[in-house]
């Protein structure tokens, strides 16, 4: 499996992500994959 490091991302960006996955019940990476498996479906 590949493995994505993002760097660089905005303390607030990354707060409030960080915020919607515990909201959801999710974690960061279950969150950030859903969105982009959304996003290449062209669901976004």
Not at 2 to 20: C, E, G, Q, S, Y
């Amino acid at each position: 499996m590949a493995t994505i490091n993002l760097r660089n991302v905005p303390d607030d960006l990354h707060r409030k992500a960080k915020a919607r996955a515990a909201l959801e019940g999710v974690t960061l990476k279950q969150l950030v994959m859903r969105l982009l498996e959304e996003y290449l479906e062209g669901v976004c």
